[in-house]
C-alpha cells in the first residue's frame, strides 16, 4: 500500500498537529464572542480559520497515515477517522463560508466545526484511552482482566490448569502478558496487527512481516527479540514509559515458547 512507503514519523504527526486546529478554533470562538461588533476583531476571526483549515487539513491527512499502520479498534477508529475528515472539510468550509459569504453565514460554519472538533476529539480520546475515559469509575486493573493465551478460539482465566500443550504451567506467562501486552496487542487493540490474547493471533504474522511467536523457537520470535532491546531502541517492546521485563520474566517467556508444539 501506499502508506508503507511513509516514514512511521509522518503518521505521528498526527499526535502533534491535532494541537493546532483546536487551538486556532478556539481562539476564533472567543475573540468571536469578545469582538463581535469589532471589524478588526472580525477580520482576526477570518485569518485565524484561514490558519484552523490549513492545520486540520495536515492533521486529517496525518491521521489517515497513523491509523493504516496502527492497531486500533476497528469500530472506534471508523468512527474517529470520518470525524477527522468531516472537520477538516469543515473548517475550509467555515473558512469560505466567513470570507465569502459574509458574517452570518460564518457564524454557522463556525458553530458547525466546533461541534464536529469536539466529537471528533472525543472520539480521538476513546480510541487512545478507552470508554472508560470519562466513565466516574476506571476500568478493572488488568491484572483482574482474563487473558486468552491457551489455545485458538478457547479462553483461559488466570490462575487456571494448563492445557497440556505447553512444558511450563501457562498460570505463569498470562500474568506477563496480560500486563505488558494485551493492552495493546488483544481483542480491543492490535498495534502494528499482532494479537497475543490468543496463541492464533501470537503465531500470525504482523505488520513486520514476522510472527510474533514461533512455536519452539524463542530466538525466531519477535515478541521475544523485541522485549529484549535496549529501552532507547524504537522498536523495544513494551514501549514508551512501560517497564522493561525482567530477565527473569523474559526467561519464563523464552522457556514457554520453546515448549509449545510446532503446528499448534
Known amino acids: 500500500m501506499w502508506f508503507d512507503a511513509l516514514p512511521p514519523a509522518v503518521g505521528n504527526l498526527h499526535l502533534l498537529l491535532l494541537h493546532l486546529p483546536v487551538g486556532f478554533l478556539g481562539a476564533a470562538v472567543l475573540l468571536e464572542i469578545w469582538t463581535w461588533r469589532d471589524a478588526a476583531g472580525r477580520e482576526l476571526v477570518t485569518r485565524l480559520l484561514a490558519a484552523n483549515a490549513v492545520g486540520a487539513v495536515l492533521t486529517a491527512a496525518a491521521g489517515l497515515v497513523l491509523a493504516e499502520r496502527g492497531g486500533y479498534p476497528e469500530a472506534a477508529l471508523g468512527w474517529h477517522r470520518w470525524a477527522g475528515v468531516g472537520c477538516a472539510v469543515l473548517a475550509v468550509l467555515a473558512w ?22 469536539a466529537l471528533a476529539g472525543h472520539l480521538g480520546a476513546t480510541l487512545t484511552h478507552g470508554d472508560g475515559l470519562l466513565a466516574w469509575t476506571r476500568p478493572a486493573p488488568k491484572a483482574a482482566r ?18 497440556g500443550k505447553v512444558g511450563l504451567r501457562e ?18 487493540k492490535q498495534k502494528g496487527r499482532l494479537r497475543l490474547d490468543t496463541l492464533a493471533g501470537a503465531f500470525a504474522k504482523g505488520r513486520s512481516g514476522e510472527p510474533g511467536i514461533v512455536p519452539g523457537d524463542p530466538e525466531a520470535s519477535e515478541v521475544l527479540r523485541r522485549i529484549a532491546l535496549p529501552r532507547d531502541d524504537e522498536e523495544a517492546m513494551p514501549p514508551g514509559d512501560h517497564d522493561a521485563l525482567t530477565a527473569a ?10 515448549g509449545l508444539k510446532r503446528g499448534g
Request: aromatic letters at 2%; proline letters at 4%.
Open 96 to 117: 469560505w463560508l466567513r470570507a465569502r459569504r459574509g458574517l452570518a453565514a460564518g457564524r454557522v460554519g463556525l458553530v458547525l466545526l466546533a461541534a464536529a472538533t
Open 146 to 163: 482474563v487473558a486468552k493465551t491457551a489455545v485458538p478460539g478457547e479462553t483461559v482465566e488466570r490462575g487456571a490448569e494448563p492445557t
Open 171 to 188: 498460570d505463569a506467562v498470562h500474568p506477563l502478558l496480560l500486563d505488558n501486552c494485551v493492552e495493546c496487542h488483544g481483542a480491543e
Open 249 to 258: 520474566e523474559r526467561k519464563t517467556l523464552a522457556d514457554w515458547v520453546a
